[in-house]
């Protein structure tokens, strides 16, 4: 009987092909950064999301209140999402044109419930929404389509903001894991969607607000102590650092030591920190 190569298998004939492929890692095209950023309502995650490079493309899916504190800044075009498709339009308009340096999504959260009125087919969700609502296999599919949107979103050559409230998982919400020992905060998605696009994003943030730190230097005996002590006012800040129970995920160039936080972020601030310079 003769033996049938499959397509693919044996001995190529040139290696110029595979050759062509191969390229040297610091010349990859990353294409912008791709970035979730959670955290509760006034915390800053509008502002910060508006200093990204500018032509800047908002979907809103929010009701639009919370970009109201940016309505003075130029170059932001805003698009609020009628339908989970209008993501389709979206990526084949930035595709086709490149016509904006960073897109985001505020928030995530409710373009889940968006996604799950058009399956259950009904105008707005409950104000208190259960593990009722709908079914295991309804919450398998809004996972399954909310991927499938935002993958697209992913992919794109230009910045992408992913934004999102911010929830405490238990273990055992809303089927999520019952192993679960101690909280964690993370955004307020599903379960399944939320352990989905923490690994397929750059960096994972959480915006919050905390007490003015400021720094003493008093001196004992022949040596200089720096100390933190509470100052007036409030200090707005992008969780960096590794922790046990917020979720975080920060990439930057080896040996950078990464902070705790990032005082007042910028995108600027954010690059700084990310190319250790």
């Given at each position: 009987m003769p033996i049938v190569v499959k397509q693919g298998q044996g001995k190529p004939d040139k290696p110029t092909d595979i050759r062509s492929r191969i390229r040297p890692i610091a010349e990859r095209d990353l294409g912008g950064i791709k970035i979730n950023v959670y955290g509760q309502s006034g915390t800053g995650k509008t502002t910060f999301w508006s200093s990204f490079p500018k032509p800047?493309?908002?979907?809103?899916?929010?009701?639009g209140q919370e970009t109201r504190s940016i309505v003075n800044v130029p170059e932001i075009d805003e698009m609020e999402?009628?339908?989970?498709?209008?993501?389709?339009?979206?990526?084949?308009?930035?595709?086709?044109?490149?016509?904006?340096?960073?897109?985001?999504?505020?928030?995530?959260?409710?373009?889940?419930?968006?996604?799950?009125?058009?399956?259950?087919?009904?105008?707005t969700l409950p104000a208190q929404m259960t593990w009722g609502v709908a079914t295991r296999e309804q919450w398998g599919q809004v996972s399954i389509q909310f991927k499938e949107?935002?993958?697209n979103l992913l992919k794109l050559h230009c910045n992408v903001v992913i934004v999102a409230q911010e929830r405490v998982f238990n273990g055992g919400d809303d089927g999520s894991d019952t192993g679960i020992i101690k909280p964690t905060v993370a955004s307020a998605l599903s379960p399944g969607i939320k352990d989905w696009l923490n690994p397929n994003v750059d960096y994972v943030c959480q915006t919050f607000i905390?007490?003015?730190?400021?720094?003493?230097?008093?001196?004992?005996?022949?040596?200089?102590?720096?100390?933190?002590?509470?100052?007036?006012?409030v200090e707005y800040c992008l969780r960096t650092a590794p922790s046990p129970v917020f979720a975080s995920k920060f990439r930057?160039?080896?040996?950078?030591?990464?902070?705790?936080c990032i005082i007042n972020p910028t995108y600027a601030r954010l690059m700084s920190l990310i190319s250790g310079k």
């Open positions: 800047i493309l908002a979907l809103i899916c929010s009701g999402l009628a339908s989970p498709l209008d993501i389709n339009d979206v990526c084949e308009l930035q595709n086709a044109e490149q016509p904006y340096k960073t897109i985001v999504l505020d928030h995530a959260s409710a373009f889940q419930d968006l996604i799950l009125t058009k399956l259950l087919g009904i105008d949107y935002v993958r905390r007490q003015k730190m400021e720094l003493n230097t008093v001196k004992i005996g022949t040596k200089e102590v720096t100390t933190r002590s509470v100052g007036e006012g930057a160039v080896l040996g950078t030591e990464i902070p705790d």
